[in-house]
């Protein structure tokens, strides 16, 4: 299972294209999706990336549009993380990233444009999401998705020395569930999401799940899953992200876009 990528919901583009940017880091033009959202992208050598994801006339207007066509749209109650999507590199269908996928989850094909060298590339894929009993617009879980164009026109491969702040890859997304829901919510990570996956560590409060790379890079992910008392009910989101940098940077958590974000530096 690798971290496929994360996507950060932005009600301004252009604005979190500049804020990323300040911080160091290229950011590529991405497309517009079937749904209607656009979005940017900041790639990785590990073969994961960022999704700057955002809708034309912000989120009320994607809500509108969401419900009609039964899209998620709980996710645009709020900029910041919003959602982790996850694969496999020699996987053939859905049910070989999700046990089951299509008895657990909604089957979605979905695609956008890419415009290279004045070319229109029109690329497209397959999404496992989770259903959730009482609404189907929560995101209760991450969802996996399948290529069917080459993944390399979707998530470009980069150089090490692509960004200037030196981040290299995702180091670990964080989920906070609230402690009188962590066992029950803890189960469906085990059970659906990650149930071939290696825990570096099981507490009664907290557990984490290693991931694979692509590309054989050497420093691995991993998803990590905590209770808390303060910790919202209802959806889950990521609530916090750690990137790798080959840069010495002061390990502390900065909040672009509301975003909790924190540098790993590795040798």
């Known amino acids: 299972m690798i971290i496929d990528h994360v996507a950060i919901w932005v009600e301004d583009l252009e604005k979190a294209k500049k804020e990323f940017e300040l911080l160091g880091f290229m950011v590529l033009p991405g497309g517009q999706h079937d749904s209607g959202t656009q979005n940017e992208l900041i790639y990785f050598m590990d073969g994961s990336y960022l999704e700057l994801i955002?809708?034309?006339?912000?989120?009320?207007?994607?809500?509108?549009?969401?419900?009609?066509?039964?899209?998620?749209?709980?996710?645009?109650?709020?900029?910041?993380?919003?959602?982790?999507?996850?694969?496999?590199?020699?996987?053939?269908?859905?049910?070989?990233?999700?046990?089951?996928?299509?008895?657990?989850?909604?089957?979605?094909?979905?695609?956008?444009?890419?415009?290279?060298?004045?070319?229109?590339?029109?690329?497209?894929?397959?999404?496992?999401?989770?259903?959730?009993?009482?609404?189907?617009?929560?995101?209760?879980?991450?969802?996996?998705?399948?290529?069917?164009?080459?993944r390399n026109y979707r998530a470009f491969l980069v150089r090490d020395n692509f960004h200037q702040n030196g981040v290299l890859g995702v180091a670990d997304v964080t989920y906070c569930i609230h402690q009188d829901e962590f066992d029950s919510k803890l189960k469906w990570f085990e059970d659906l999401v990650f149930p071939n996956q290696k825990q570096l560590e099981k507490t009664k409060t907290k557990v984490?799940?290693?991931?694979?790379?692509?590309?054989?890079?050497?420093?691995?992910?991993?998803?990590?899953?905590?209770?808390?008392?303060?910790?919202?009910?209802?959806?889950?989101?990521?609530?916090?992200?750690?990137?790798?940098?080959?840069?010495?940077?002061?390990?502390?958590?900065?909040?672009?876009?509301s975003v909790p974000l924190t540098f790993k530096t590795i040798e």
Request: proline share 5%.
């Open 54 to 150: 955002s809708y034309p006339g912000g989120s009320e207007a994607y809500k509108k549009v969401a419900k009609k066509e039964s899209l998620t749209y709980d996710w645009a109650n709020a900029p910041g993380l919003v959602d982790l999507c996850v694969s496999k590199e020699d996987a053939t269908s859905l049910n070989d990233i999700f046990p089951e996928a299509d008895k657990h989850c909604r089957l979605i094909s979905m695609g956008r444009n890419l415009v290279d060298k004045n070319e229109l590339f029109e690329l497209k894929w397959q999404l496992a999401i989770f259903k959730s009993e009482d609404d189907e617009a929560k995101r209760i879980l991450p969802f996996g998705i399948l290529d069917e164009t080459l």
């Open 208 to 257: 984490v799940f290693q991931l694979t790379n692509l590309y054989g890079y050497k420093n691995k992910a991993t998803v990590t899953i905590l209770s808390s008392p303060d910790a919202k009910k209802g959806s889950i989101y990521p609530s916090s992200l750690t990137l790798f940098t080959k840069k010495e940077m002061e390990e502390k958590t900065i909040f672009p876009l």
